[in-house]
């Protein structure tokens, strides 16, 4: 059960007239665990449809192992993408029961594990008879874990997973997550809203803007590029010349900024009467994706 | 392919298995309201023995409705391969038709067999043993449209309805035109008067139709296969 | 669960300064055990790959050493190893900072060694 890699070179998607995806290269290591962070409408869905083959593109490549992934059936069987459930399905509730949604994927899943899948449904408690428009949603982000974790796929995605559950069940899925990666060592790719929770279970992140990747790197070498700056309005602009500025807060004369560059600089300008502090994943996003929006 | 239709026969078994329960059920109504024994007798099991063949062909247009909705969107989800899906619907599609034959040929010939005194009443059911490969064609025609119609509902909703309403329509009169070339004493009046001489070759050139018909859904279903885009 | 880890510092350096501190409460002795990349991995909900580089950079500072096949263990004279690496960062991240704080409230000098003086007699007393 060894991995490819999942490339993509070039992507370009545009519905209609409007481009959502552009001209995105993406390299997805085997082996590690990936958090893929944006903005709602930043393209994340649609990227992870088109890197499994399930949507469309207009033109680039996606290639697992060397190989194109369109109708590839290693590509097929090797990846899995577990997608948020969804109570209705083409104007019509999703009478699917939980027992054939599960039963139609160890169809497919070559690496399905039923056991595995069983003590995860009895630990959710989730009642198989249940049709998936009866559930609610925290039970319906459960079965895309429970999808996920069971099909021991060497490319696993999540989308969404963690969005339904309460933060006591957050944590449960990250301990399982995190248990599923030490035993198995697969590849994991988990897009999600809920980013500092998350941090520490990603060796590497991918943030999403607007259709473009800005950050494709590991989490703790990204987060240590970042500070935050405050102080007397003129002693931090000196201070943070030379550095990028993301983002400025003021209130009066009192102004805070969130850097990003070289600590170096930063360090040896530390004689001077400003604090520093570090930030956290979810301070970078936001500074990197906020665009000017209230801090 | 062996995945998909494995995967869509789990579907496929539940919903011929509706059909054969309600055959049985209709059989069973019939003995205990005592049809068989009389000619008189004309309730609702009477009436659902002999409208059949015309129920099943209506349940597989329905059934039809999901396979390339629900089940392509659910089949593709996870990581179902397009043309081995498209594949896999022919070979369920031939499925359906196997056993929907099976159990049409079945309820024609079960009041020969089970013995019933009053036996030879139904013209419908008597309609295709003259032409035995007109029900397994009209169960794929309503297979083909029923995907068709399913397709196009979840784009167009509005073209959706307006095209199963015509459908429905234009097939009904087709089956009903068929049942009265066979029923009546149409084909005969068709052969002595040569005025209507044209009409002999209608049956065979509206089953010519529906296979052209089919053939163009098939084409249909083919391409919004590879382009499907999974929610 | 996430116990002791905060937001305020990268997780792998919060990893290895947790070890050395254990390090120096004896917590581990010399040529003991340290828990393995996936215990501290699973202990702290965080990725094992994160772990492994606060681990080994304790490695590289010759604090731990590897044992094939076993798992990481507390080197030689680790403690004196710490103890030097505290003491070289103790100037620029205790004492610069006091005396920072010290100059914006406009303490003297002396008024800051007096306090300093009774800080070290109040602990002696314990």
Redesign the interface.
């Known amino acids: 059960m060894s991995a490819g890699i999942l490339k993509a070179e070039g992507l370009c998607k545009s519905y209609k007239d409007k481009e959502v995806l552009h001209n995105l290269d993406l390299e997805i290591e085997p082996g590690?665990?990936y958090g893929l962070i944006g903005r709602n409408g930043a393209g994340k869905t649609t990227l992870l449809?088109i890197l499994?083959a399930?949507?469309?593109k207009n033109s680039g490549s996606v290639t697992y192992d060397g190989q194109p992934v369109w109708?590839n059936?290693r590509a097929?069987?090797d990846?899995?993408?577990s997608?948020e459930l969804?109570p209705t399905?083409?104007?019509g509730p999703?009478n699917?029961k939980v027992k054939?949604?599960l039963?139609?994927?160890a169809?497919?899943?070559p690496n399905w594990d039923m056991d595995y899948a069983l003590r995860l449904l009895d630990e959710f408690q989730l009642s198989t008879k249940k049709k998936i428009s009866q559930l609610s949603k925290g039970q319906m982000s459960m079965v895309t874990i429970l999808i996920a974790l069971a099909s021991r796929a060497p490319v696993t995605i999540l989308d969404e997973p963690a969005a339904g559950l309460d933060v006591v069940m957050r944590?449960r899925f990250?301990?399982l997550l995190?248990?599923d990666?030490?035993q198995t060592g697969r590849t994991f790719i988990v897009s999600t809203h809920i980013i500092?929770e998350a941090?520490?279970?990603?060796?590497r992140v991918i943030i999403l803007d607007e259709g473009r990747i800005l950050e494709n790197r590991e989490?703790?070498e990204l987060?240590?590029q970042f500070r935050y700056v405050s102080g007397r309005e003129d002693v931090v602009d000196r201070v943070c010349s030379g550095l990028q500025v993301l983002s400025t807060h003021q209130m009066g004369r009192h102004k805070t900024v969130a850097v990003r560059g070289d600590m170096v600089k930063l360090e040896s300008a530390l004689e001077a009467?400003v604090d520093v502090?570090?930030m956290?994943l979810q301070n970078v996003f936001v500074s990197l994706c906020g665009h000017g929006d209230a801090q | 392919m062996v995945k998909s239709f494995r995967f869509l026969l789990n579907f496929a078994w539940i919903n011929l298995g509706a059909d054969i329960g309600f055959a049985a059920i209709v059989i069973v109504g019939c003995y205990a309201t005592g049809v068989p024994e009389s000619a008189e007798i004309g309730n609702l099991f009477e009436t659902y023995y002999a409208m059949f063949p015309i129920m099943i062909l209506f349940m597989l247009y329905i059934y039809a409705f999901a396979l390339c909705t629900s089940n392509l969107n659910l089949g593709l989800s996870f990581g179902a391969r397009r043309g081995d899906f498209f594949w896999a619907l022919q070979g369920i599609m031939a499925f359906y038709i196997l056993v929907s034959w099976a159990l049409q040929a079945f309820l024609c010939a079960f009041p020969a067999v089970a013995d019933w005194e009053v036996r030879d009443r139904w013209m419908l059911l008597r309609l295709f043993d003259d032409r035995p490969w007109l029900f397994p064609l009209c169960c794929a025609v309503f297979l083909v449209l029923g995907c068709v119609s399913g397709l196009i509902m979840i784009k167009y909703k509005g073209l959706g309805v307006f095209l199963i309403v015509i459908s429905v329509l234009v097939l009904m009169g087709a089956t009903v035109f068929l049942v009265l070339s066979a029923e009546t004493r149409f084909a005969e009046v068709i052969q002595e008067d040569a005025q209507w001489s044209w009409l002999a070759a209608l049956p065979k050139v509206i089953a010519g139709v529906l296979a052209a018909a089919a053939a163009g859904g098939e084409l249909v279903i083919w391409r919004t296969i590879q382009r499907f885009v999974v929610r | 669960m996430r116990g002791t880890l905060n937001d305020q510092s990268l997780i792998y350096l919060q990893i290895a300064r947790m070890l050395e501190d254990d390090i120096l409460r004896g917590v581990y002795q010399e040529e003991e055990q340290v828990p393995s990349t996936n215990e501290l991995a699973r202990g702290y909900n965080i990725n094992p790959a994160t772990a492994a580089k606060g681990i080994n950079l304790l490695v590289s500072d010759g604090i731990l050493y590897k044992r094939r096949g076993i798992g990481m263990f507390v080197a030689k004279g680790a403690g004196e190893t710490v103890k030097q690496k505290r003491k070289a960062a103790f100037y620029d991240g205790f004492v610069k900072p006091l005396v920072k704080e010290g100059a914006s409230l406009a303490l003297t000098g002396e008024e800051l060694l007096a306090m300093i003086e009774r800080a070290i007699g109040e602990e002696k007393e314990k």
Do not use: M, W
């Open positions: 590690k665990i449809g499994t399930q949507n469309t109708e059936q097929l069987d990846i899995c993408f997608r969804q399905l083409f104007s999703n699917l054939h949604y039963k139609s994927a169809i497919y899943y944590e990250y301990q995190l248990e990666f030490a500092e941090a520490s279970v990603f060796e989490t703790e987060v240590s009467d502090a570090p956290n």
